[in-house]
């Protein structure tokens, strides 16, 4: 398989703009970057970018005379061009530099944020560990959406799990998938997706219509990327001691509860794998609520935090060097 643009008139075989026959090395690339120096907490990110441009193209969509469900249709469709556009720009100049696998390595790694999550979630764990529920409740507030401050330590505990697992899939899984298939674009449409629905895909009262076709292009997106997420999760926990075809069964069985199409694909393969019930009585914005019961066994404590960490990371191994086959055949 070659990609479109991989060959020039002459015959001659050459990188296209996304670098397609330096794929393995683009992807390999970015992962070392995400291990070595992690997301940048950098003024000009591009994502922070994205989210300032979102910010300034929603006051002028919902300044349209059209209704909120077409306002927010254009809202994304606006937003991922003027994303996009610049992206593919910036990749074709470096093409003509002979550069383009190293353009595609830098935005690859600009789209992944695995080694941050993981950080975060372990000072969470440190926290824990010396029982500073104040301090772990301010961790989790940047990684979270849901309420944490005041709460207990099994709720945190719990918190800290879901997070990890469910932005394992968005953070890791989806990332080096669409990279491996269709290289730093696609990637990078899935980032600029992802960050839409987490700015405007809420089911409240402002949102409901608005952000209604961010939300289900980002359910599409990672439709695949959460069930391979659970494959993965699970075949970790086959290899840190655990059972997969019970984690996968498992995932298959509790998924479905939950109302999103796809987060309960890693959460409940992550309970399976750690033999412990996740979901229950979660506070947002002050309101409780009660969200699908996930896996089976008791409700987790400090020392299955510590565990799920150590899956997470042999999950983010496992989905790199699957990238990385899916990528040498994609640029075969």
Same mark, same amino acid.
């Given at each position: ?25 683009? #992807? ?8 070595? +120096? ?21 006051? $002028? ?39 383009? &696998? #190293? ?21 969470v764990l440190?926290?824990?560990? *010396? ?27 719990? =918190?800290?799990?879901?997070?990890? $697992?469910e932005n394992? *899939? %968005?953070?890791?899984? =989806?990332?080096?998938?669409?990279? $491996? ?6 990637? &990078?449409?899935?980032? +600029?997706?992802?960050?839409?629905? !987490?700015?405007?895909?809420?089911? %409240? ?6 952000? =209604?076709?961010?939300?289900?292009? %980002? ?6 990327? *959460?069930?391979?997420? $659970?494959?993965?999760? !699970? ?12 984690? &996968?069964?498992?995932?298959?069985? %509790? ?12 959460i409940s ?20 609520? #009660? ?21 997470? &990371? ?14 040498? #055949?994609?640029?075969?």
């Open positions: 398989m070659r990609s479109v643009g991989s060959i020039n008139p002459s015959g001659d075989s050459r990188e296209d703009f996304g670098g397609a026959q330096m794929l393995p090395l683009t #992807l390999a690339l970015a992962v070392a970057m995400d291990l070595a +120096v992690g997301d940048p907490q950098w003024r000009f990110h591009p994502v922070r970018l994205v989210g300032m441009l979102a910010e300034r193209v929603e006051s $002028a969509c919902r300044s349209l005379p059209v209704n909120p469900k077409v306002q927010g249709g254009i809202f994304l469709a606006v937003t991922l061009l003027a994303a996009v556009l610049p992206l593919m720009v910036f990749l074709e100049i470096l093409q003509v530099l002979r550069l383009g &696998w #190293l353009g595609g390595a830098i935005t690859i790694y600009f789209c992944l944020g695995g080694k941050s999550l993981a950080t975060e979630v372990t000072r440190s926290h824990l560990r *010396s029982r500073d529920l104040d301090g772990a409740a301010e961790g989790l507030k940047f990684i979270v959406s849901r309420d944490v401050e005041g709460m207990d330590q099994g709720y945190l505990v719990r =918190s800290a799990i879901e997070t990890l $697992a394992f *899939s %968005d953070a890791v899984t =989806s990332t080096l998938l669409y990279g $491996a298939l269709g290289g730093p674009v696609l990637a &990078w449409i899935h980032r +600029v997706v992802n960050t839409l629905d !987490a700015m405007v895909g809420y089911r %409240d009262e402002r949102y409901s219509d608005f952000g =209604s076709a961010s939300a289900r292009l %980002d359910d599409l997106l990672n439709f695949l990327p *959460s069930r391979m997420s $659970a494959l993965v999760v !699970a075949a970790a926990g086959q290899i840190m001691g655990g059972n997969f075809k019970d984690a &996968w069964e498992g995932a298959k069985e %509790d998924a479905p509860k939950d109302e999103s199409p796809n987060s309960g694909w890693p393969a992550f309970a399976h794998a750690l033999g412990v019930t996740l979901g229950g009585q979660t506070s947002y914005s002050g309101q409780w609520s #009660l969200n699908p019961i996930m896996g089976k066994g008791p409700s987790p404590e400090v020392e299955h935090l510590e565990r799920a960490i150590s899956i997470y &990371w042999v999950s983010y191994m496992i989905s790199a060097l699957v990238s990385l086959g899916i990528g040498g #055949l994609m640029s075969l």
